[in-house]
T-cell receptor
Framework: NAGVTQTPKFQVLKTGQSMTLQCAQD?????MYWYRQDPGMGLRLIYY???????DKGEVPNGYNVSRLNKREFSLRLESAAPSQTSVYFC???????????FGPGTRLTVT | AQSVAQPEDQVNVAEGNPLTVKCTYS??????LFWYVQYPNRGLQFLLK??????LVKGSYGFEAEFNKSQTSFHLKKPSALVSDSALYFC????????????FGTGTRLKVLA
């Protein structure tokens, strides 16, 4: 089992560019999450998906969109990147919910 | 507003000494409480959780935590620290009555000195 995988590991964007962060899990979990981690701020929830076909906003959804493509995959899209979106992004999954979450290795994104 | 607080940015402890990493919470309803550890350039790894039952919870790598409802705390402890325990520790809380499901503290960096 690979657990939770994320691509890419690193990305540098210019302001205004768009990109999609990919996440997949092979544990047959219903719930999936996207977080961003910034120094001194812990993890903040961007979006989550309680099941295939559903998504909900978290604490900091502005500037992001998500797609729950199927049970395995949950992608995060930045339509027009801004320097304030420079962060480390983590995908996680869990089941049943609420319960411990399994995290991916993260994507380090820099927006210049 | 619901919140999780980790009052210490960093905790230093000598190897072999007991360690405590503090966490307090403020949520409505019955909380589900978690501790995670993060090593450099890695994702978070689950350590332990409190859902219901005994207030003292045992987890991975010899860690334990005590749920104290009256003090709304869930402190992480270990009787004897190892240098390899040095990492970033996050407390998290979850309640089904919130707008979103998981709230993380800001993290505490644990440094175990040889």
């Amino acid at each position: 089992n690979a657990g939770v995988t994320q691509t890419p590991k690193f990305q540098v964007l210019k302001t205004g560019q768009s990109m999609t962060l990919q996440c997949a899990q092979d544990m047959n979990h219903n719930s999936m999450y996207w977080y961003r981690q910034d120094p001194g701020m812990g993890l903040r929830l961007i979006y989550y998906s309680a099941s295939e076909g559903t998504t909900d906003k978290g604490e900091v959804p502005n500037g992001y969109n998500v797609s729950r493509l199927n049970k395995r995959e949950f992608s995060l899209r930045l339509e027009s990147a801004a320097p304030s979106q420079t962060s480390v992004y983590f995908c996680a999954s869990s089941d049943p919910d609420p319960d411990e979450q399994y995290f991916g290795p993260g994507t380090r994104l820099t927006v210049t | 507003a619901q919140s999780v607080a980790q009052p210490e940015d960093q905790v230093n402890v000598a190897e072999g000494n007991p360690l405590t990493v503090k966490c307090t919470y403020s949520v409505s309803g019955n909380p589900y409480l978690f501790w995670y550890v993060q090593y450099p350039n890695r994702g978070l790894q689950f350590l332990l959780k409190y859902i219901t039952g005994d207030n003292l919870v045992k987890g991975s790598y010899g860690f334990e935590a005590e749920f104290n409802k009256s003090q709304t705390s869930f402190h992480l402890k270990k009787p004897s620290a190892l240098v390899s325990d040095s990492a970033l520790y996050f407390c998290a809380c979850c309640t089904t009555s919130g707008t979103y499901k998981y709230i993380f503290g800001t993290g505490t960096r644990l440094k175990v000195l040889a």
